[in-house]
């Protein structure tokens, strides 16, 4: 069977502030019904990898593709085709929630018509009918959190870049998104997900991308890492590879 092409595509990504580097010649595909899962810990450079290739900064060298275009050369079009969502909603707190995803939805030039379906079928498949005539302030973390997710689907992008959209939720509200980010998955949209837990990665991702220092240490499907680094968890195998990684780079001893 044919692998269908890729939606993302990162080559050689490289991104530095103040001479330091961030992002270090980071190369990864994501193709249609996947889910990619970027994860490393804080200051890995995700978060700066995720607002490159949603066009809100420029890489300092390498190339980033999504559904084809450039998102430095042809940002407008492959923003275009994103919804990018971060663990700090960033919703607009004076409006409700219907009027947060209207006004979204307008800035992507929906019709009236079309705009008023989309939310509609939103506000049904992901529980939010209820949420729609109370003002975001007035919501609850998990609410919001849904908002914020529905507002990056609202113009029913091909590719989806969620950077820790479970980041201080409950049990249940994480479990809903999860399962929010697995249907859109199957509708056969190319998902970008990180998150600090990697037992939330190992169950929901079907290929992981392992960051540390801004450069992959492995990637693979969680079994096939775990395997690799005859690890019980994506936890110890990262662990592991950072401890080899640190030992690869350590001086030979010298012989006495």
Do not use: W
Request: overall charge neutral; some cysteine.
């Amino acid at each position: 069977m044919t692998m269908p092409e890729p939606l993302v595509v990162a080559e050689r990504l490289e991104k530095s502030f103040a001479g330091a580097t961030v992002v270090a010649g980071l190369s990864f595909q994501v193709h249609p019904g996947e889910i990619y899962g970027l994860i490393g810990p804080n200051g890995a450079g995700k978060t700066t990898t995720f607002r490159i290739l949603a066009g809100l900064m420029r890489p300092t060298g390498g190339a980033a593709r999504v559904c084809g275009f450039d998102v430095a050369e042809a940002a407008d079009e492959a923003k275009a085709r994103i919804g990018f969502s971060t663990g700090a909603a960033g919703l607009y707190g004076r409006l409700t929630a219907r009027e947060q995803l209207e006004y979204f939805g307008a800035l992507h030039g929906m019709d009236r018509a079309r705009l008023g379906a989309r939310i509609d079928e939103l506000g049904a498949a992901l529980d939010l009918a209820h949420l729609f005539p109370r003002r975001c302030e007035k919501l609850s973390t998990g609410e919001r959190q849904r908002v914020a997710v529905a507002r990056a689907l609202v113009h029913d992008p091909p590719v989806l870049i969620l950077d820790e959209p479970t980041a201080g939720l409950d049990v249940l509200a994480s479990r809903f998104l999860r399962e929010l980010v697995a249907r859109a998955r199957d509708a056969g949209k190319a998902i970008l997900f990180s998150t600090h837990y990697l037992a939330e990665a190992e169950l929901l991702c079907d290929r992981i991308g392992l960051l540390h220092r801004g450069a992959l240490l492995a990637e693979g499907r969680p079994a096939d890492l775990k395997a690799a680094a005859g690890a019980p968890s994506l936890e110890e195998t990262f662990l592991a590879l950072v401890a080899g990684q640190g030992a690869a780079a350590a001086p030979a001893p010298v012989p006495r």
